[in-house]
């Protein structure tokens, strides 16, 4: 009978069972209590089978191995027990047997249930006709040897079926690879990830957190002062609060406004609107946003003692002028930011406002809004704006300004302008305007009365332009000081006659008269022996078509015709002072040539820069250039006392006892946009003394109607008083020349 195809896979089962219990079969176990192998020789036999079959007893080389005569026996007699080799010491097999569907665990199990007693079992095959027929097997004699026998004409024992391989994943050692590849590049993606995050981007995550938690803060730059040529303050920016919100605190913008409008004067439409939440250019939510600047300190404190969430204060300055109107048109003002708009706080802004800084901290959330103590902090210290010291005389301003206010309002005018230089040097020593204004209070004051007259008032000069007339004459040697010309009442010229005031019907006139009595015929006929050409050359060398570069923020250029523009009346008009565009300052600054030798010097307003470090510069010197020789000069301003000494003379108002003034009147027109404005235009301007003169005052004022000598020659005479006491000027003591006005 053919063994069926499990028996080998029994044999097996059975012969590592045997194996490893052999010992038992030749020597009683000691936890047997004594029961040797005779009551039990068949289980033992059984149990002790080998691969091929045989028992111990049958395998003298087992017995050697089991403990017999040729074994390695234990000395008590004790068979030692050998490991048993079907049991794998991989704590993984019990699990990757359940993953197999208990396959390996059932083998095991049926290679167990080997019954006691049973040398082999006997599996019943199927044969033809039906039923099973047990095939007995019979067991093959043992070699005398000690080893097992196969005859000589059996056959060939079919190998015994090797037990399936377990899974790869069953390999303890490749496990313990695999695993330890997993863990190491999980760590190493790990520590990867970890240096990216600690170095590569902890910059970006650190600030972005911070980001969320910053508070900027503007710290103003202090701007800087406005100084009299004495060091007394004009302008200066003095400790002041500003009142700021929190749009993301600000619990109710309605309410907080109508708590804040009385205090601050701002609309409570206004407040609302800058409480209400904004976003930064960045996209992150505004926490820092203006309400008022430049608060007073004591409203500060009554707004923080309201304990309004979201609002506070910080400190700020505030712009002063104790003075009120004191030069209010030539220093302007500044914003609510102090950013120069007007006048001199316009014009040195850059200078004068210095950088700002700003101070940027970490605050916390919720109800814990405040600084974090010891978290970021960093600070940008303001750079303080330089300071100006001016060469405005503040007591001298003060009194030109009312002088100019007073007379003014006598003669009904509109707008009038003082100019007080100092001919050596060109400094304006003062310079004022009507109307004025208080420079703490602008906005309440009509733009056209913030205007600084001196440097905007544009006019026809009239007959204050005849002395650049006569000037070139002498200069260019068409007229001597001795020169006479018969006169005539009046002149043509194109189409247009010229009379004069003062006529003097075809007698001969001197120089002298023809300016004492300001003779338009005298001057049209000076103008025509000197040629267009050579009038406009001398009308620019006086600085006349430009702005003089004072230091005022829209100073106007004025203007004067060419020769290729002149028309047939123009040659008339020109020469008294009419078809040209001045200034009050350009014609001061004309004038101060003549009393400084001839010497053009540009006026200025800024005589030194003091740094936020008080270390002063001086700034650089202003320009100047000859306009006529110092005698010929000199003979100008002797010829100029005639309209103050003559009797009869157009200035005698101005006249000042002890003192050799010398001046011209005109009458001129307002220009307003290129057109003519109703009313006149009367003008003075004179020198303390001609024969050492050390300072220039001109006067213009737009009135109803009135010429030079009755409207602005008493202004002029009061200021020039007040400027020799200031001043101390002494009398020279020489007395006036004696003018002959007919020679014959």
Not at 189 to 195: A, P
Request: overall charge positive; proline content about 8%.
């Amino acid at each position: 009978m053919t063994p069926r195809s499990d028996e080998p896979r029994r044999d097996a089962s059975v012969s590592r069972r045997g194996s490893s219990r052999a010992g038992r079969d030749t020597e009683p176990d000691a936890d047997s209590g004594g029961r040797s192998g005779s009551g039990l020789g068949g289980i033992s036999d059984a149990r002790a089978y080998t691969p091929r079959g045989r028992t111990v007893r049958d395998s003298p080389e087992l017995r050697r191995t089991t403990g017999g005569a040729g074994g390695s026996a234990d000395p008590g007699g004790r068979s030692r027990r050998t490991p048993r080799t079907g049991r794998s010491a991989d704590p993984f097999r019990p699990a990757l047997q359940v993953l197999d569907g208990g396959r390996a665990g059932a083998a095991r199990s049926a290679r167990r249930t080997v019954p006691p007693g049973a040398g082999r079992t006997i599996t019943p095959r199927p044969v033809r006709g039906g039923g099973d027929v047990a095939k007995p097997v019979r067991r093959r004699p043992a070699d005398p040897a000690g080893g097992p026998t196969r005859s000589a004409g059996s056959p060939a024992r079919r190998p015994t079926r090797r037990p399936r391989r377990p899974p790869r994943l069953a390999d303890a050692h490749r496990r313990l690879r695999l695993g330890t590849l997993l863990v190491l590049a999980m760590f190493t993606t790990i520590g990867i990830r970890l240096v990216a995050l600690q170095v590569v981007d902890a910059p970006e995550y650190a600030g972005g957190g911070v980001g969320d938690r910053l508070r900027t803060v503007v710290l103003p730059a202090p701007r800087g002062a406005i100084y009299d040529r004495s060091g007394a303050a004009l302008a200066q920016s003095v400790e002041a609060r500003y009142v700021f919100a929190d749009p993301e605190l600000v619990d109710d913008p309605a309410r907080t406004a109508t708590a804040l409008s009385p205090l601050l004067g701002i609309p409570v439409s206004r407040l609302t609107e800058d409480m209400g939440k904004q976003k930064r250019p960045d996209g992150r939510p505004s926490n820092f946003e203006y309400l008022a600047q430049g608060v007073e300190i004591n409203t500060a404190e009554k707004i923080m003692d309201l304990n309004l969430p979201g609002i506070g204060t910080g400190r700020d300055e505030r712009r002063e002028v104790p003075g009120g109107d004191l030069a209010a048109n030539l220093l302007g003002f500044t914003s609510q930011d102090r950013v120069g708009l007007e006048g001199i706080e316009a014009r040195y802004d850059e200078l004068l406002r210095g950088v700002n800084g700003e101070r940027e901290y970490e605050v916390g959330k919720g109800e814990l809004a405040a600084e974090i103590p010891g978290g970021y902090n960093k600070v940008t210290e303001a750079r303080p704006g330089s300071s100006l010291q001016l060469t405005i005389d503040r007591d001298l301003q003060y009194m030109v300004q009312r002088i100019l206010a007073k007379r003014m309002q006598e003669v009904n005018g509109t707008i009038g302008a003082a100019v007080v230089l100092d001919v050596r040097t060109g400094e304006v020593l003062a310079q004022a305007s009507y109307p004025t204004y208080d420079a703490a209070d602008w906005k309440k004051y009509d733009p056209s009365d913030r205007n600084d007259a001196a440097t905007s008032f544009v006019v026809d000069p009239g007959s204050v332009h005849k002395a650049i007339v006569f000037g070139a004459g002498l200069e260019e040697g068409v007229i001597t000081p001795d020169t006479a010309w018969p006169t005539p009442s009046s002149i043509r010229k194109g189409d247009q006659p010229f009379r004069d005031t003062h006529p003097v019907r075809g007698r001969t006139l001197s120089v002298a008269g023809m300016l004492g009595y300001s003779s338009n015929v005298g001057t049209i006929r000076v103008a025509d022996k000197l040629g267009a050409e050579k009038l406009y050359e001398y009308q620019l060398r006086f600085g006349l078509g430009r702005p003089t570069g004072e230091g005022v923020l829209g100073e106007a250029s004025g203007r004067v015709l060419k020769p290729s523009e002149y028309s047939g009346s123009t040659y008339g008009s020109v020469p008294i002072g009419h078809s040209v565009d001045v200034t009050p300052l350009q014609m001061a600054a004309a004038y101060a040539a003549i009393a400084n030798n001839g010497t053009w010097i540009q006026p200025h307003l800024v005589r030194e820069i003091i740094g936020p470090d008080g270390k002063r510069k001086p700034v650089p010197a202003p320009e100047s250039r000859q306009v006529l020789r110092p005698e010929t000069a000199a003979a100008l301003r002797t010829l100029l006392e005639a309209p103050l000494t003559i009797e009869g003379g157009t200035a005698t108002q101005a006249a000042i006892k002890g003192y050799r003034v010398a001046g011209k009147t005109g009458t001129g027109s307002r220009v307003v946009d290129g057109q003519y404005a109703p009313g006149e235009v009367a003008s003075f301007i004179g020198m303390d003394q001609a024969d050492d003169p050390r300072y220039v005052i001109a006067v213009f004022a737009h009135t109803p109607s009135g010429g030079g000598g009755d409207v602005s020659a008493p202004a002029f005479k009061e200021m020039m008083e007040y400027v020799l006491r200031h001043y101390r000027v002494p009398a020279t003591g020489t007395a006036p020349p004696k003018f002959v006005v007919y020679p014959r």
